[in-house]
């Protein structure tokens, strides 16, 4: 059991599974914030939504990239793991203000 | 860095060089509609008349709330009408707009409805599942070009070498560097193009938050970026003359400076709210423009009127239509062919490069893996061909309005395209060492069959349609030959080497024999 969770293959998956699922929710709360954010500070809201979504692609795919050349895989779940609670929580917070200021 | 470069390129390998394939067939999609549908091969009429058309679909589509015409261009020459019928499902029917005739249902998705849907889709429908994989293949593709850049250090030396007479891993790896270096920015922009274009799908949750405080925020912003405007029916009817289509059709294109509109659209036919929507075209523009007018029908007033000229949402516009390339340019239609082509050789020879270089690995170690990825690979990049191939001739075989088994002739034609694929999966697995060459072979024949079968079945042989500038048809004749010409060189190509150096996969796992060297890490793929 032991050798299973620290051998290659594992570090492999669990790679993957940082980069596309964690990266994936790392940039969508990207696009959502950003977008949000850009309107705050006066860009009409379709531009400021289109333009985060066309920069969240690259966002991702730069996420990707760090993903497989990061050697330690601790750094990977701070950054992933801890990264996706955070961009969570900050799209639950500004939702919430919504729902006070009807 | 390698060893992703390498893995993620086995696993994305197949769904990529499949993308790819059909997105370069995309590219010339009408051309292919005008081969498969013989009734369409005629020349775009001068100028058109809706008026008089209106009421011919007003008779054929009576109550249909709305109905709409693609208009003719000179690579679609035919209308495509669309109504909904009495139970308002939508029918769809082309029609020579010059003659004012309908075109008899050609029995096929041809082109642009078959192989372009592929490209997108994969033709996966089940929750949308096609268009992330094809999403997760353009980032893969993203990724594999920088991590492939980055293996390169000698990227610039290596563009110049081409070494065909060396082994084949040596050779293959040329021709993945230099199809990789050469077209590096388009493959670059075709997979970033391709992800903006569906924006909506791989962030559906976008604007959530700067439209947060509407109750809606998907359908408001698509209000701001597409310029969504409806009008109720008034439930009364309308005038008996209503204003020209032909005249508001006019004052559109002259709006335009003279750029033509691809679309056209009535709504509420006969009622006193009835409105008509002209679209503009990107016949003369790199980006795919959402340019729309809206006239009330009864005065001929322009009513509403959106234009994408914001920043962000012309620059989305402009990306996407590099990626559609809709406009006309047949200089840059060409390069955009090469290139696509040489996509599919880069991923295809990426993807033998591996196979050589592991097998030998893989079959000592006496893995049964390396027979399976060898017929998928296989299936994959030579079996699709054969079954494009295979779609093509049975189309020129069917007689229209032909059925069987219950399957419209449509159907038909795309059950052949699958089973002759599923059949090269098997017969890729079960003679991997002779799959290869067979397969080229296959591909040969059936390009020669092709082409014969135009000519005997439509009469539109290569020196008529040149003489008569069907360029479509006789384009479409001329890539068969080639096709036939390449496949045959290759087939003669493997043969020589098979017979210098046989190293059948099943004899190879029993008694080792020398198979391909494999380069040293100076090029650090493995």
């Known amino acids: ?102 | 860095m390698a060893w992703l470069h390498t893995w993620a390129g086995v696993v994305i390998g197949s769904l990529l060089f499949i993308i790819f394939w059909m997105g370069s067939l995309s590219v010339f999609d009408r051309e292919i509609d005008r081969w498969m549908m013989p009734d369409t091969r005629f020349h775009a009429p001068e100028s058109i008349h809706l008026d008089g058309l209106a009421d011919d679909i007003t008779a054929l589509a009576p109550g249909s709330p709305q109905w709409g015409i693609t208009l003719p261009t000179e690579r679609a020459p035919m209308g495509r009408i669309f109504y909904q019928d009495t139970s308002g499902t939508f029918q769809r029917k082309y029609a020579n707009l010059e003659t004012g005739t309908f075109i008899p249902d050609q029995g096929t998705r041809a082109g642009t409805g078959f192989l372009y849907p592929f490209h997108y889709s994969l033709h996966i429908r089940w929750k949308g599942v096609g268009y992330w994989l094809v999403g997760l293949a353009a980032l893969a593709m993203m990724a594999l070009l920088v991590t492939g850049v980055i293996i390169h250090s000698r990227i610039f030396i290596d563009f110049f070498t081409f070494r065909p007479k060396k082994k084949l891993p040596r050779s293959t790896l040329d021709l993945h560097n230099l199809s990789g270096v050469l077209f590096l920015p388009f493959h670059f922009m075709i997979a970033f193009s391709g992800l903006v274009i569906f924006m909506n799908i791989y962030f559906p949750q976008g604007p959530n938050l700067a439209y947060g405080d509407t109750d809606v925020p998907r359908s408001e912003f698509f209000a701001d970026i597409y310029g969504r405007y409806s009008r109720d029916k008034a439930e009364a009817p309308g005038p008996e003359d209503t204003a020209s289509l032909d005249v508001m059709l006019a004052q559109s294109e002259a709006a335009w400076e003279g750029t033509p509109a691809s679309f056209v659209r009535v709504w509420h036919p006969g009622d006193a709210n009835s409105y008509f929507e002209v679209r503009r075209s990107g016949a003369r523009t790199v980006h795919y423009p959402r340019q729309v007018f809206y006239y009330d029908l009864a005065s001929g007033d322009v009513i509403n009127e959106y234009s994408d000229s914001s920043p962000a949402v012309h620059t989305q516009r402009f990306l996407s239509g590099m990626h559609f390339i809709l406009y006309d340019h047949w200089v840059l239609r060409w390069f955009y062919f090469v290139a696509g082509i040489a996509g599919c050789i880069l991923i295809a020879t990426g993807f033998v490069y591996w196979m050589e270089t592991r097998r030998k690995k893989h079959e000592k170690m006496g893995l049964k893996g390396v027979r399976i990825v060898h017929g998928l690979t296989i299936g994959s990049v030579t079996g699709i061909l054969v079954a494009t191939l295979a779609f093509f001739v049975i189309n020129r075989l069917l007689p229209l309005n032909t059925e069987f088994l219950g399957l419209s002739r449509a159907a038909l034609e795309i059950a052949v395209f699958y089973l002759v694929w599923v059949a090269t999966f098997a017969h890729a697995f079960f003679r991997p060492s002779r799959a290869w060459l067979e397969q080229t072979w296959v591909i040969a024949g059936l390009s020669v069959l092709a082409f014969v079968l135009n000519g005997l079945t439509t009469g539109d042989h290569l020196f008529r349609s040149i003489s008569e500038g069907l360029w479509a048809v006789a384009g479409m004749d001329l890539m068969l030959l080639f096709s036939a010409v390449v496949a045959a060189l290759m087939a003669r190509r493997l043969q020589k080497k098979q017979t210098s150096e046989p190293v059948p996969i099943k004899q190879a796992a029993a008694a080792p024999s020398p198979a391909p060297r494999v380069p040293k890490p100076e090029v650090a793929h493995g």
């Open chain 1, 1 to 102: 059991m032991k050798r299973f969770f620290l051998s290659p293959a594992f570090g492999m998956v669990q790679r993957l599974v940082l980069a596309l699922g964690g990266g994936y929710v790392l940039s969508a709360s990207f696009v959502m914030l950003a977008g949000w954010g850009l309107a705050q500070l006066g860009m009409a809201r379709g531009e400021a939504v289109v333009l985060s979504m066309m920069v969240g692609f690259l966002v991702f795919l730069g996420l990707i990239l760090w993903a497989f050349a990061e050697r330690t895989l601790v750094r990977l779940w701070v950054v992933f793991g801890g990264g996706s609670l955070v961009g969570i929580g900050l799209v639950q917070l500004v939702s919430a203000s919504f729902a006070a200021t009807p």
